[in-house]
């Protein structure tokens, strides 16, 4: 049981040491996304910043919905963004991720210029790929070695604190998604602050 010292320290600590669990960022998933449905796309962005602040330490690989929950997120924000390429890009993500996905009902009102955009992200296909000199995991392929050239992926790598740290990558950041990675890698922990006791006889 925790003390009450203990709590304390808990409750100091920043979030950002504490992995985020699935179902939180499922929550904040849901709530961006019911906000772009109902356009209060303030709290959108407010959601939308809790997630990425969740991306950096998740407790584990994404899959499955919460996978495509997400690229969804990224794709309606290019879509707020007036960025037609990086939505075609979000929806070819999507497409390879949940094959089935069809646009959700809120946003066929936007009319045929969504319609259009959907089926030539449907017409375009996941694309090729690119071979990375290195491990991630991509869409959720452990081990993955290679990474998307024309769509968005999402890209984890497992952090010297033993969570997963996430990217939502766009075409064309290959390189630096694996500078970011390689970096988070090789990140050591910094020099204490007094010189650590050597027993006598060493």
């Known amino acids: 049981m925790l003390t009450p010292a ?3 320290l808990l409750a100091a600590a ?3 040491d504490y992995p985020a669990f699935e179902s939180e960022l499922d929550r904040h998933l849901g709530e961006a996304l019911q906000a772009f449905e109902e356009r209060r796309y303030l709290a959108f962005e ?3 910043r809790q997630i990425e602040r ?3 330490h998740l407790a584990d ?3 499955g919905e919460p996978l495509a929950r997400l690229h969804l997120v990224y794709t309606a924000r290019a879509w707020l963004d007036g960025d037609e390429e990086a939505l075609v890009a979000g929806l070819r993500g999507l ?3 949940s094959p089935g996905f069809v646009l959700p009902g809120g946003w066929d009102e936007e009319g045929e210029r969504l319609e259009r955009l959907y089926r030539e992200a449907v017409g375009a ?3 090729p790929e690119a071979r990375l000199p290195s491990h991630l995991v991509v869409d959720g392929r452990v081990a993955a070695e290679h990474l998307p050239l024309e769509r968005a992926c999402v890209v984890q790598i497992r952090n010297p604190a033993g969570s997963w740290t996430t990217w939502y990558v766009p075409p064309g950041e290959s390189t630096r998604t694996w500078l970011e990675t390689r970096a988070v890698v090789e990140k050591v922990p910094p020099a204490p602050a007094a010189p650590v006791p050597v027993p006598a006889g060493e």
Do not use: F, I, T
């Open 6 to 8: 203990a709590l304390l």
């Open 14 to 16: 920043p979030a950002a």
């Open 46 to 48: 407010h959601a939308r």
């Open 54 to 56: 969740d991306m950096d």
């Open 61 to 63: 690989v994404l899959r």
């Open 95 to 97: 497409r390879a991720v």
């Open 125 to 127: 296909g996941p694309g």
